[in-house]
T-cell receptor, first 117, second 108 residues
Framework: DVKVTQSSRYLVKRTGEKVFLECVQDMDHENMFWYRQDPGLGLRLIYFSYDVKMKEKGDIPEGYSVSREKKERFSLILESASTNQTSMYLC????????????????FGPGTRLTVT | DAKTTQPPSMDCAEGRAANLPCNHSTISGNEYVYWYRQIHSQGPQYIIHGLKNNETNEMASLIITEDRKSSTLILPHATLRDTAVYYCIVRVNNDMRFGAGTRLTVKP
């Protein structure tokens, strides 16, 4: 079974702290994604990566950065956490099939619920 | 990616078919329709996808209108475990844009 793991299920940090959220996948997937999920807003894409050391901005990248030094690991970094970054963070991965429409299923981790106080 | 519109919530009786609509009037010719669902406290799970033709798998059926401007996800015999938020997404690239989805509640 594909497994996407996230470093913590629950995290509480203080305003201004630097926060690292880690995601690891074990299926040798090329693509990895970070989303945040807030009530009434669904999932919003923060950043994604198609390959090691590559990153692309999603819809809401402000206040976040990412790092992909190894294929299996994709880190989300909050340089200076703020209360409006309190949210559920979801990581996902998918294989790069090159063709739109081929079942390019994204596999999601269990999520990290981050609270910034 | 084309924008999608879904009703915020729906109810369905257990054992009956659940029909979840999605409008995607600005879809372009090479964009596929994907459906995911998210059960409480879990990450989203892939259900089905299609381009033009209707599709069926062990979980659901996907009906896409001829003009491709809307689609319907059908769960033929809904169970209580199908209670979840269902997301309709149209995409051509590897990245996905999820909207707010439809919260389906299956009632006994």
């Amino acid at each position: 079974d594909v497994k996407v793991t996230q470093s913590s299920r629950y995290l509480v940090k203080r305003t201004g702290e630097k926060v690292f959220l880690e995601c690891v996948q074990d299926m040798d997937h090329e693509n990895m994604f970070w989303y945040r999920q807030d009530p009434g807003l669904g999932l919003r894409l923060i950043y994604f990566s198609y390959d090691v050391k590559m990153k692309e901005k999603g819809d809401i990248p402000e206040g976040y950065s990412v790092s992909r030094e190894k294929k299996e690991r994709f880190s989300l970094i909050l340089e200076s956490a703020s209360t409006n970054q309190t949210s559920m963070y979801l990581c996902a991965s998918s294989s790069d099939l090159g063709l739109a429409g081929v079942k390019n299923e994204q596999y999601f981790g269990p999520g990290t619920r981050l609270t910034v106080t | 990616d084309a924008k999608t519109t879904q009703p915020p919530s729906m109810d369905c009786a257990e054992g009956r078919a659940a029909n979840l609509p999605c409008n995607h009037s600005t879809i372009s010719g090479n964009e596929y329709v994907y459906w995911y669902r998210q059960i409480h406290s879990q990450g989203p799970q892939y259900i089905i996808h299609g381009l033009k033709n209707n599709e069926t798998n062990e979980m659901a059926s996907l009906i896409i209108t001829e003009d491709r401007k809307s689609s319907t996800l059908i769960l033929p015999h809904a169970t209580l475990r199908d209670t979840a938020v269902y997301y309709c997404i149209v995409r051509v690239n590897n990245d996905m844009r999820f909207g707010a989805g439809t919260r389906l509640t299956v009632k006994p």
